[in-house]
């Protein structure tokens, strides 16, 4: 009973440039239908794939929204220069928030632990910026196959006026058709990479051939060992504990954050296909590398309930 | 085989091998597929299974489930695979499936996005948001129970969504000694039943998904069976691009306007292909114009086909905003403000008709009215039911009225341009999805050819002011003797009338119609519409029709100037209609040899408001009919007396 003939002889579209049209479609959707959208600009490689979505689906124009970047001021020096010449280099404009409270009281990853500043660098630090320019709707780079609870989040997740997600009272969302409705003070973060995977990701950088901060790329960088994780010595605030040693070795970093929970991976792969090349015998997750998603294996969905992205 | 994805590309891969590998992978297409039953059937452990089996779980991933295993895991010792595609806390401590969520595997041949669905009926909007989006469907059944109420559900619901391909998956069958004979009694079962849906493809298959048997690898135990394993068809089945068959269409989401020499109309592809030169419409207007340039995400090309998201630029200045559908000129779209369509609540408060609603349906937004629900449809049983509102996982067939004249295609021709969605007003929430059947009344607005000879020059030759005298009420009520009185009567004055008469009607111009639902609002539709044309010829028009329904009659009327549709209401008594019963066909209905039958299985919505009430028990026929003379005469429809009288 298997109908296999269809008639049709033109090929299908191929996985990556039915992902682009999706995203590109998701984009353009916020665009027109929000009053003061922004995209938040992480520096990263997914933030780096959204953001040249953005410019081809806009172009001849430029995006219809600025940049946001949350700086915890804990950032790997090499993200913050990348940032800069990639707002210039596309002539946008990027706007840069920090807790300022945050930074009043010296909050650090060494000093108040991963969680204490996740907490007030990022997911309060981010509220504070939505709040502070009045932006109806935020483009995230999140993607379904990161994490479990993100598996279920909407391409167009609807927050309260305080931010939080509510994940048992999600929109239905069916289609293409995006429900863009929202009262004074909810918002929408929209996540157009939200069917990526992480090969896909670098298989279009790949192709695309778009910039990428270096890290990514093998190199030889100063690390030392700290609770199983090879963290990278990227400036003096980083103390050399007893028992310590800064080593030189080839590393690399499979995503990006603040540096001090940020873990490196031992690697040779110093170039984009080395690099899709060692994915193909990856045997940890991505998020693995994260500090922050090791609390307990529903810290996330907990987290984005408050607020973060 | 999947696992080709990781495992032979060792960390000794040569270089050309990875090479080749990449350019493997940009060739490679993608295949959204949902999968749906209930946790009982074991679909949370096929999807674990198919991750498990593709690699796709990472070590610290497997950390994590095997923690979890040993806190919430319901096979003892085993890691639970199931818990490893159950993602919130919540159902994870309930054990059950709420959302649906999205997982990702591939191998050489394809990407795979699974929407992961609930199976329980209080989830069929879950499940239609899932289905939505997938080009296949996995339906799970438990081979010791064979197909359930649900498996009926589930495979309605596929293809009421537009799902044309099937996979059904037998699983548990290591728990029934791997029996060829029960797998083969319910694959009979399910092809028996499904031959009723437009599947294009239906596949069954044998598994045990907790074992792995079929699913990626050959069951040893299943030697009987020589069809494909879930993955290997997961791989190769066909999926025809449908929508690019079908003609151009390009819902405008945004007007790039970068300088005044560039104007710009941005969308994806909804249907069909675009050439530079091709003559393209704008729906709503009927304008024309060429197409100058196509930009692809790739840059300038010369042809853009379904699927892409283009920006189009036209050879004319014309207007066109956000909302517009841009088509093929030779293949239009219908324009229109009223439509019927299937429609899947998804809210806690029920849909009352003539609420109004926000519909989005592709970038254009409008208000909508759910005019009459014509029937719910039971999604276990199929049957339909009558209903006055519609609760939460309730599907019906409803007509919609909106506040704007709209341009879509039928569902079935494209999920795009016939789908929408609504939204509640006041909070926001999307509360309905909706898949267009038809347009019930085209658009006015569009390429009426202007004529010289107009209807009041008509009207005014024969001396009288058209109009549509609307004869409604139960079968036996006396519409058609009353009618054909004041035919009479007029014609013995020199009036130029005609009378459409429900039952001649059906012997001709609607002969191919039935008596379901939709086939009554079309039977009405066309007669509403000769109505019209004979009232725009200058005749006074008698139509003599049950004409049960409120929403059709207002169908009707909106399709005349005001003032010219006259309601006539023959306001007889049920039990006075039966003791006449003229041609027996009460005693039939009552007997269940007629379905559907007014006044007994189908219901009468008596007008409101109409123009003319009459009551015609115990009195003369010629009496009655006078009264419609009367009306006729003190509203000035019959003017200057010509002959006779």
């Known amino acids: ?309 | 085989m999947s696992s080709t994805d990781t495992s032979t590309a060792t960390s000794t891969a040569p270089q050309e091998a990875v090479t080749d590998y990449i350019l493997a992978q940009e060739q490679k297409d993608q295949l959204r597929f949902l999968t749906c039953g209930s946790v009982d059937d074991g679909k949370s452990t096929l999807i674990g299974r198919l991750l498990f089996d593709t690699k796709l779980i990472f070590e610290d991933q497997l950390a994590s489930l095997e923690k979890d295993s040993r806190k919430h895991g319901t096979v003892g010792e085993d890691i639970d695979l199931a818990l490893l595609v159950d993602g919130l806390e919540a159902e994870r401590e309930q054990g059950i499936t709420i959302d649906v969520a999205y997982r990702f595997f591939a191998t050489d041949k394809r990407k795979f996005i699974v929407a992961d669905t609930p199976g329980h009926e209080q989830y069929t909007r879950n499940m239609a948001t899932g289905a939505s989006t997938a080009d296949l469907a996995v339906l799970l059944v438990d081979a010791r129970h064979g197909l359930m109420v649900q498996t009926r559900r589930h495979a309605f619901i596929a293809s009421l969504l537009g799902i044309r391909h099937v996979v059904l998956a037998v699983n548990k069958i290591d728990l029934v000694d791997f029996s060829e004979e029960r797998f083969n009694e319910i694959k009979s079962d399910f092809e028996t039943f499904a031959a009723g849906f437009d599947f294009e493809s239906l596949e069954a298959i044998p598994m045990s998904a907790r074992y792995g048997d079929n699913v990626t690898g050959r069951g040893e135990k299943m030697g009987w069976y020589n069809g494909p394993t879930l993955l290997e068809h997961l791989e190769g089945v066909q999926i025809g691009e449908h929508e690019l068959a079908q003609p151009f269409r390009l819902p405008v989401q945004w007007v790039n306007r970068p300088n005044l020499d560039f104007r710009g109309y941005s969308g994806t592809i909804a249907a069909g292909s675009v050439q530079v030169g091709d003559e393209l419409v704008v729906s709503a207007s009927g304008k024309t114009s060429k197409v100058d340039q196509i930009l692809t995400p790739q840059g300038e090309a010369p042809l853009a086909r379904a699927g892409e998201a283009v920006t189009i630029t036209l050879e004319d200045e014309i207007d066109i905003s956000r909302g517009d559908l841009l088509a093929a000129a030779g293949s239009r779209p219908d324009v229109a403000d009223q439509m019927a369509a299937h429609l899947i609540w998804m809210a806690e408060d029920a849909l009352m008709p003539g609420r109004s609603y926000i519909m989005k349906m592709g970038a254009k937004t409008v208000t909508a009215t759910v005019t009459e629900i014509k029937h719910k449809i039971n999604v276990n049983s199929f049957e339909h039911v009558a209903g006055k509102q519609l609760e939460l996982n309730e599907i019906a067939f409803c007509n919609l009225a909106l506040a704007a004249p709209v341009a879509f295609d039928p569902y079935e021709a494209n999920r795009t341009t016939g789908s929408f969605i609504l939204i509640d007003r006041v909070t926001n929430a999307t509360v309905g999805a909706g898949m267009v059947w038809f347009a019930l009344r085209r658009a006015t607005n569009i390429h009426w050819q202007a004529l010289e000879v107009d209807k009041t020059a008509r009207a005014d030759s024969l001396g009288q002011k058209p109009a549509v005298l609307w004869f409604t009420g139960l079968s036996g009520s006396g519409k058609s003797t009353i009618a054909s009185i004041v035919e009479k009567k007029l014609h013995l004055e020199g009036r130029h009338t005609y009378t459409l008469d429900g039952d001649n009607v059906r012997h001709g111009l609607n002969k191919d119609l039935g008596f379901t639902d939709v086939d009554r609002v079309e039977n009405i539709r066309r007669v509403g519409e000769v109505a019209r044309l004979f009232a725009d010829a200058g005749l006074i028009t008698l139509v003599s029709f049950i004409s049960p329904f409120r929403s059709e009659r207002q169908m009707a009327r909106e399709q005349l100037p005001q003032g010219e549709f006259i309601e006539v209401f023959v306001d007889t008594p049920l039990e006075e209609c039966k003791k006449r019963d003229p041609k027996g066909l009460y005693a039939k209905a009552e007997a269940g040899e007629i379905k559907h039958f007014t006044g007994i299985s189908s219901p009468y919505e008596a007008p409101e408001n109409p123009e003319l009430r009459l009551e015609n028990v115990g009195k003369d026929p010629e009496d009655v009919a006078e009264e419609v003379i009367k009306y006729l005469r003190e509203n000035g429809y019959l003017l200057a007396p010509n002959a006779g009288g």
């Open chain 1, 1 to 309: 009973m298997d109908i296999t003939a269809t008639g049709l002889t033109a090929e299908r579209l191929s996985n990556l440039r039915r992902l682009e049209a999706e995203s590109i479609h998701i984009i353009r959707e916020v665009a027109a239908e929000f009053r003061n959208p922004v995209m938040l600009y992480s520096i990263g490689k997914d933030s780096g794939v959204m953001l040249h979505l953005a410019m081809k689906a806009f172009y001849p124009s430029k995006p219809p929204f600025p940049l946001l970047h949350v700086d915890t001021t804990w950032k790997f020096r090499d993200m913050i220069t990348f940032r800069d010449e990639t707002a210039k280099r596309l002539g946008l404009d990027l706007l840069v928030h920090t807790n300022p409270e945050g930074l009043e009281k010296g909050i650090g990853p060494f000093s108040h632990g991963s969680s204490v500043h996740t907490h007030i660098m990022k997911t309060e630090a981010l509220k504070q910026a939505l709040d502070k320019y009045g932006f109806d709707a935020a483009f995230g780079g999140a993607r379904r196959d990161e994490e479990k609870s993100r598996a279920k989040e909407r391409v167009f997740s609807f927050r309260n006026a305080s931010h939080g997600w509510d994940p048992k009272n999600q929109r239905p969302e069916l289609w293409n058709v995006y429900n863009a409705r929202v009262a004074k003070g909810e918002s929408i973060r929209a996540f157009p990479l939200s069917n990526w995977t992480e090969l896909d990701i670098w298989q279009y950088i790949l192709t695309e051939d778009i910039p990428m901060v270096p890290l990514y790329l093998a190199a030889k960088r100063p690390v030392v060992e700290r609770d199983g994780m090879l963290m990278m010595v990227d400036d003096e605030r980083m103390e050399i504990q007893p028992g310590e040693e800064v080593m030189e070795k080839m590393v690399r970093f499979r995503t990006l954050g603040c540096y001090p929970l940020t873990g490196a991976i031992e690697s040779d792969a110093d170039t984009l296909e080395a690099i899709v090349k060692e994915m193909l015998i990856a045997r940890t997750s991505e998020r693995s590398g994260r500090l922050i998603d090791h609390d307990d294996s529903a810290s996330m969905e907990k987290k984005k309930r408050e607020g973060y992205f």
